[in-house]
C-alpha cells in the first residue's frame, strides 16, 4: 500500500499556525476543544491536495458515478479515522507528543456526527469508507440535520433526551458550497399549457427553498481517493428586503424563513419505524430533489445526450426514504430536459436501484395521498402515471385478477406505498442477507418477485475493518498485522492466516491477554461514566443496538432476573461471574422501549449492589450508545448476544464488528447470522431459539398461548411474578406492568409476547449455560474467538461494495496520483 509521505514539522507548525489565527492563543494557553479544531483544520490541509487531484481525475477520467442516497449517515468522528486512512495516524500521534499533546485526549474533543439511527446510517458509513478504498467514484447525498441523533442521558434510570448539538464549535472537515446551491420547490399547483400540442406543465405558488451542500471528505485507505459525502442544508431563498414587499408577499416571505428553518433541524430518532409526519416528507423531497439535479447538472458539464444519462450515474436508494428521486428524476428529465415519457421512463429505469432494510410492518412507508399531493403536486401527478402503467401491466399479465392489482399497486386505499414505486421503477432490488432476502422473494415481495425476478438479488451487508478493528482495537490490530501481514487492512479475507495460531498456546494467551486489556480499558470507562466496578476476569457478555421489541432486550435481562434469582436460591453452586453489558437509545416516543431501559437499570441498582453474591453478577447500561463508544465495546467483548426474533433482523451489523473483535455469537438463525454459522462453523457461536419458518408458521396461526409456560414453569413464573410484585420498584410495583402485560396478554398484534421472549426463553437461558461452560476452559474460548476473527473476512463491506459495483452498478476504478508522486 503507497504510504504517503507525512511531513511532521510542517505538521507541527500548521497545529501551531491554526491555534493562533483562530484562536490568537498558544498552544500551551488553547483549550483541549481548540485544540481539536486546530488539528482538525491541519488534517484536513493535509486531506485537501487528494481531495483535488481525485476531483480532477474524475473529470479526466470521467467514470461512471453512484449517488448513494440516505436520510441517514453515521459517521461518528471524523479525525481519528481520517488519519488511519491517510496512514499518518501513528505519525500524526508521535509529533503531537513532541509538542506534549495526547491524541487520544483529542479525538475525545471531537462530537460523533450522529446523523443516524443505527445498522441503516452506520451501514452507509461504512460503505462510503469501502467506495474511496477501493476507488469507485462515489457521492454520498444526504442532509446537514442540525441536531442528530439525540443524546441519551439517564436519570434515575429513565432515559433522558437531550438535543446534540453537535455544530456549536463548527465542524473542522466540512466545506461549504454556496456555489451549487439548488432551488427546490413545495406546494402550490401545476397550471398545463400547451405549447404547439405538448403539453409543459408549470409548477406556480410554491414555496421554494434554497439546499446549500456542505462536503464532507471520506478518504480512501492509503490511495489518494477522497470522495465526498455531501449533505445538504437549507436557506430562505429570500433575504428579507422588507421594503419590497406588499403583505402577500411579506407573509410568504415569512413562511419560506420558517420552512428553511424547520426543514433540516432534526433527524427522525425512530429506528424501523415510520413516522409519517409532513415534514420528514419534506426532509426526503428536499434532499433528493437538490442531488438529482446535481447529477443531472454534473452529467451535462460533459455530456449532451441525456437519454445516456444512466450510463455515468446511478442511484442507490438506501431504504424507501429517498424513493421520490424516481418521480424527480422523471420531472427533470421531462419537465426541464424536454424528454418523452417512454424516453424519460428508459433512462429512470436504468438509474435508480433500491436496497430493502426490514419487512417489519410498521417501517413501511406509505403516504397519505392528500398529503403527498398537497406538498408535491407535479411528483404526484407523476407517480399517478407510473402506476396507471403498471396497473395496466398487472392486468395485462394477470386478467382478471384484481387481487393481484390489490396487492401491488403503487396508490392504493388512499395511500401512496413507496416500497412498490422502488421495485416498479427500479432496475434493482435487493435484500441485505441470504435469509432476509429470500423471505422478500418467498414472502413479502412474492407478486414482485413473480413478475420480475431479474430485478431481485442479495447483498449481504459489511462493515469496515478500518474502523472497527485497526483504529477501534489498536492492541489486536497490531497482533493480527503481526501475524499474517497487513494486508486484511484493506483485504480482509486474509485474517484467515490466523486459523493456523488457534491451538497454538503462545498465540492463545496472548490473543486472551489483548481481549483482557481492552476489558480494563472498558471496565475504566464504566467506572467513570456508571461509577460501577466490574471484574475485567468476567464474562463480558453484551448487547448494544437499538432498543426494539424484536431486538428482545427484554429477554436479555428476565434471564439476568432469572440468574440473579438462582444465584440467591443456591448460594453454594459454582457460578462463573458475568457482566451483562447493555446500550440503546429508545426512540423518543417508543414507552415500551423506555420502560425497557428503567427494567434494565433497575435490575443493575439490585444487583450490583447485593453483597451477598460477591460480585457474582453485575449488571451495566452505557449511557448514549453511540459509534464512537462502541469501537471499545465490541473490542472488548466476550459475548455478542443477537437475539432478535427470527426473521425480524433484515441483516445486523452489530453482529459482525462484534465477530471481527473476537466475541462469540450468541443468536437465533436471524439475518446475517445465519452466514456468520457458516463461516465460523455452529460449533463456535451459540445458537438457539425458533428458526424463521418456524416464527413465521407460528405467526401466521395468529401466535401462541404462553399461559402453559406461566403455568407449568415455576423459574419463568417466578421472573414475570417480579414484574409486578414490587421486586424491582419497591416504591411503585405496578411500574413494570405493561411488560406484564405485553408478555402474557397483549403486546401488539392482538397477542400476548408477539416477539416470542417466552416462547425462546428456555432455549436461551441453556445456550448461555453452554456459554459459561466453555469459557470455564480458557484453551477452548481462546479457539472459538479466535475462529471467529479469522473467519470474518466475508463481512467487511469492501466485499459488499464490489458485489454492488459487480452486480449492480458497474462502475470504473479510478486510481489517482499526487503531484509529489508523479
Ligand atoms: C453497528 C451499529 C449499529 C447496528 O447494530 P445492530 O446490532 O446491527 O442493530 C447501531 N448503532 C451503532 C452505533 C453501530 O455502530
Not at 458515478?65 to 440516505?70: D, E, K, P
Not at 442532509?143 to 446534540?164: A, L, N, S
Not at 403516504?367 to 402503467?389: A, D, G, M
Not at 461494495?801 to 452498478?809: G, H, N, S, T
Request: glycine share 6%; with cysteine.
Amino acid at each position: 500500500m503507497a504510504k504517503r509521505t507525512f511531513n511532521k514539522e510542517f505538521f507541527i507548525r500548521s497545529v501551531k499556525y491554526n491555534v493562533r489565527t483562530l484562536f490568537r492563543k498558544e498552544i500551551e494557553e488553547a483549550t483541549e476543544q481548540q485544540i481539536f479544531q486546530a488539528v482538525g483544520y491541519a488534517v484536513k490541509d493535509a486531506i485537501m491536495d487528494a481531495w483535488i487531484a481525485t476531483q480532477k481525475e474524475y473529470e479526466k477520467s470521467d467514470p461512471k458515478i453512484v449517488y448513494y442516497m440516505s436520510m441517514e449517515f453515521l459517521m461518528g468522528r471524523a479525525l481519528g479515522n481520517n488519519l488511519i486512512n491517510l496512514t499518518f495516524y501513528d505519525e500524526v500521534k508521535e509529533a503531537l507528543e513532541e509538542i506534549g499533546l495526547d491524541l487520544n485526549m483529542i479525538e475525545d474533543q471531537e462530537p460523533d456526527a450522529a446523523l443516524g439511527n443505527g445498522g441503516l446510517g452506520r451501514l452507509a458509513a461504512c460503505f462510503m469508507d469501502s467506495l474511496a478504498t477501493l476507488g469507485y467514484a462515489a457521492y454520498g447525498c444526504g442532509i446537514r440535520y442540525r441536531y442528530g441523533m439525540f443524546k441519551q442521558q439517564i436519570v434515575d434510570g429513565y432515559q433522558v433526551e437531550v438535543p446534540d448539538m453537535w455544530l456549536k464549535n463548527g465542524n473542522p472537515f466540512e466545506l461549504r458550497r454556496p456555489e451549487y446551491a439548488k432551488t427546490v420547490k413545495f406546494g402550490g399547483y401545476v397550471r398545463i399549457e400547451n405549447h404547439n400540442g405538448k403539453n409543459v406543465f408549470i409548477q406556480e405558488g410554491y414555496q421554494s427553498v434554497l439546499a446549500v451542500p456542505v462536503d464532507l471528505p471520506i478518504v480512501g485507505y492509503g490511495n489518494n481517493v477522497i470522495n465526498t459525502l455531501r449533505i445538504w442544508d437549507a436557506e430562505a431563498v429570500n433575504s428579507f428586503e422588507l421594503d419590497r414587499f406588499d403583505k402577500g408577499e411579506y407573509e410568504k416571505a415569512v413562511e419560506q424563513e420558517n420552512l428553511a428553518r424547520n426543514l433540516v433541524e432534526v433527524l427522525y430518532p425512530n429506528d424501523n419505524h415510520m413516522a409519517g409526519k409532513e415534514l420528514r416528507l419534506k426532509q426526503q423531497y428536499f434532499f433528493v430533489s437538490a442531488s438529482v439535479q446535481e447529477a443531472i447538472a454534473k452529467y451535462k458539464k460533459n455530456h449532451s445526450d441525456i437519454r445516456k444519462f444512466y450510463e455515468k450515474a446511478t442511484f442507490q436508494l438506501n431504504d424507501t426514504h429517498p424513493t421520490v428521486a424516481v418521480a424527480e428524476l422523471m420531472r427533470i428529465l421531462m419537465d426541464e430536459e424536454g424528454l418523452e415519457w417512454d424516453e424519460a421512463w428508459d433512462v429512470t429505469t436504468k438509474t435508480c436501484a433500491y436496497t430493502n432494510h426490514t419487512i417489519m410492518a410498521e417501517a413501511l412507508e406509505k403516504w397519505p395521498i392528500e398529503l403527498f399531493s398537497r406538498l408535491l403536486p407535479r411528483i404526484y401527478q407523476i407517480v399517478e402515471e407510473i402506476n396507471r402503467r403498471f396497473v395496466i401491466e398487472i392486468q395485462k399479465q394477470y386478467p382478471n385478477n384484481y387481487e393481484k392489482v390489490k396487492k401491488m399497486a403503487i396508490i392504493m386505499d388512499g395511500q401512496v406505498k413507496m416500497a412498490h414505486l422502488a421495485i416498479v421503477a427500479g432496475y434493482s432490488v435487493n435484500g441485505v442477507a441470504k435469509l432476509h432476502t429470500e423471505i422478500l422473494k418467498k414472502r413479502e415481495l412474492k407478486d414482485f418477485y413473480e413478475m420480475m425476478p431479474q430485478k431481485f438479488n442479495n447483498k449481504t451487508n459489511g462493515i469496515t475493518q478500518r474502523r472497527f478493528l485497526l483504529h477501534g482495537n489498536p492492541l489486536l490490530a497490531k497482533w493480527v498485522t503481526e501475524h499474517v501481514g497487513d494486508e486484511w487492512i484493506t483485504d480482509l479475507p486474509r485474517i484467515k492466516g490466523l486459523a493456523v495460531y488457534v491451538d497454538d498456546e503462545k498465540a492463545q494467551h496472548e490473543f486472551m491477554n489483548i481481549k483482557y486489556q481492552n476489558k480494563v480499558r472498558l471496565a475504566k470507562y464504566i467506572k467513570e461514566h456508571n461509577g460501577i466496578d466490574v471484574d475485567p476476569r468476567s464474562i463480558f457478555d453484551v448487547q448494544v443496538k437499538r432498543l426494539h421489541e424484536y431486538k428482545r432486550q427484554l429477554m436479555n435481562i428476565l434471564h439476568v432476573m432469572y440468574l440473579y434469582n438462582q444465584i440467591k436460591e443456591h448460594p453454594e453452586k459454582d457460578f462463573y461471574p458475568r457482566t451483562f453489558i447493555f446500550g440503546a437509545k429508545a426512540a423518543a416516543g417508543y414507552m415500551r422501549a423506555k420502560l425497557t431501559i428503567k427494567l434494565i437499570n433497575s435490575v443493575a441498582d439490585v444487583v450490583n449492589n447485593d453483597a451477598s453474591i460477591n460480585g457474582k453478577l453485575k449488571v451495566v447500561f452505557i449511557e448514549d450508545y453511540r459509534v464512537s463508544n462502541a469501537e471499545w465495546i465490541f473490542a472488548a467483548a466476550d459475548v455478542s448476544e443477537q437475539i432478535s426474533t427470527a426473521s425480524k433482523e433484515a441483516s445486523g451489523t452489530g453482529n459482525m464488528k462484534f465477530m471481527l473483535n473476537g466475541a462469540v455469537t450468541l443468536g437465533t438463525m436471524d439475518g446475517a447470522n445465519v452466514e456468520i454459522v457458516e463461516e465460523v462453523g455452529e460449533e463456535n457461536a451459540f445458537i438457539f431459539g425458533m428458526s424463521a419458518d418456524e416464527v413465521i408458521d407460528l405467526e401466521s396461526k395468529g401466535g401462541y398461548d404462553p399461559s402453559q409456560l406461566f403455568n407449568t414453569d415455576q423459574e419463568i413464573r417466578h421472573v414475570l411474578m417480579q414484574l409486578i410484585n414490587g421486586e424491582y420498584a419497591p416504591n411503585d410495583p405496578e411500574r413494570f406492568r405493561e411488560l406484564y402485560n405485553a408478555l402474557l396478554i397483549d403486546g401488539g398484534y392482538n397477542r400476548p409476547d408477539p416477539y416470542f421472549i417466552l416462547k425462546d426463553f428456555r432455549s436461551y437461558a441453556d445456550a448461555q449455560r453452554r456459554v459459561e461452560e466453555a469459557y470455564r476452559d480458557e484453551k477452548r474460548w481462546a479457539k472459538m474467538a479466535m475462529l471467529n476473527v479469522a473467519h470474518s473476512g466475508k463481512f467487511t463491506s469492501d466485499r459488499t461494495i464490489q458485489e454492488y459495483v459487480d452486480d449492480i452498478w458497474k462502475l470504473d476504478k479510478v486510481t489517482v496520483k499526487l503531484e509529489e508522486e508523479a
